[in-house]
């Protein structure tokens, strides 16, 4: 495969070949490409744990189980409170 870089993105190869941990462009490639599909897969796994908090929010909300909202403000500003004393 043969592939053209921007010049940015090509000095940030030889800065990383610089280091002397990559022998190589295809070897910070390959290291940048794997920890994409890491941090993608990080990132669907929030996705989808959100969306199932969210879920079970909205079914506690049909059950009549929220909080006011002027409770949950009042409830903020008390932790808020508190971790400012502690650092105090």
Do not use: C, F, H
Request: charged residues 35%; aromatic residues 4%.
């Amino acid at each position: 495969m043969n592939i053209q870089i921007q010049p940015e993105l090509e000095k940030i190869i030889q800065d990383q070949i610089a280091t002397g941990r990559y022998a190589n462009a295809e070897d910070v490639i390959s290291k940048a490409l794997k920890l994409l599909l890491e941090w993608e897969k990080g990132y669907q796994d929030w996705v989808d744990e959100t969306r199932d908090k969210v879920n079970i929010a909205i079914e506690q909300l049909d059950r009549g189980e929220g909080i006011e909202g002027d409770i949950v403000i009042e409830q903020l500003r008390d932790k808020l409170r508190q971790a400012r004393d502690v650092q105090g």
